[in-house]
């Protein structure tokens, strides 16, 4: 079973540029997530998906971030504009099934805004 | 609202030593409780898990947490180190039944001595 994929792994960018990430999430499950992970720190929500609804997006900054998953399975995080305090890894992750409590999570893109 | 508090953002072991890893959680519902393990520019590994039932887990790698509900804590602990083991850390608390989000620990990161 292939697990959840993220695209691309790395993305280098000037402040003020758009930058997107990609994510496909394991088969089957309804749930995504989007975090964000600082250096030394652990994993932050961003915004979480029931199918193509964004359920939680309590913590995704609204006036630069963006997030979609209109067939309810890939979805895609946006920022624009980005700034120098946007650099970090963002992890997409999966869960449903009767483990639905389990989440699977993707490899990660990390970005660096210069 | 959910926390955790991970005792140590550094710890050392001997290979063939114990590995203890400490977590703390503060949680107003019962808890679901994760281990992960992150290697360096991966995602996160699912290492365990306890949603309900007994109290000690054992999951991959021979780690095993045993839940006290008494101390709020979940342990992370293996009997014998490998070297294959040096990796990041994270404990994480969720909501039961769920798909909600994770809350996570700031990570401990695990160095093996040869």
Same mark, same amino acid.
């Given at each position: ?49 029931e ?6 997006d ?18 895609t995080?946006?920022?624009?504009p ?6 970090a ?18 490899p990660?893109?990390r970005?660096?805004?210069? | ?24 959680y ?7 409780l !994760?281990?992960? /393990?992150?290697? &360096?520019?991966?995602?996160?590994? #699912?290492?365990?898990?306890?949603? =309900?039932?007994? %109290?000690?887990?054992?999951?991959i ?15 992370l ?12 850390? !994270?404990?994480? /608390?969720?909501a &039961?039944?769920?798909?909600?989000? #994770?809350?996570?620990?700031?990570? =401990?990161?695990? %160095?093996?001595i040869?």
């Amino acid at each position: 079973e292939a697990g959840v994929v993220q695209s691309p792994r790395y993305k280098i960018i000037e402040k003020k540029q758009p930058v997107a990430f990609w994510c496909n999430p394991i088969s089957g499950h309804n749930t995504l997530y989007w975090y964000r992970q600082n250096l030394g720190q652990g994993p932050e929500l961003l915004i979480r998906y029931e199918n193509e609804e964004a359920v939680d997006d309590s913590q995704l900054p609204k006036d630069r971030f963006s997030a979609e998953r209109l067939k309810g399975v890939d979805s895609t995080l946006k920022i624009q504009p980005a700034e120098l305090g946007d650099s970090a890894v963002y992890l997409c992750a999966s869960s449903g099934g009767r483990a639905r409590e389990t989440q699977y999570f993707g490899p990660g893109t990390r970005l660096l805004v210069l | 609202a959910q926390s955790v508090t991970q005792l140590g953002s550094h710890v050392s072991v001997s290979e063939g030593a114990l590995v203890l890893l400490r977590c703390n959680y503060s949680s107003s519902v019962p808890p679901y409780l !994760f281990w992960y /393990v992150q290697y &360096p520019n991966q995602g996160l590994q #699912l290492l365990l898990k306890y949603t =309900t039932g007994a %109290t000690l887990v054992k999951g991959i790698n021979g780690f095993e947490a045993e839940f006290k509900k008494s101390e709020t804590s979940f342990h992370l602990t293996k009997p014998s180190a490998h070297m294959s083991d040096a990796a990041e850390y !994270f404990c994480a /608390v969720g909501a &039961p039944g769920g798909n909600e989000k #994770l809350t996570f620990g700031t990570g =401990t990161r695990l %160095t093996i001595i040869p």
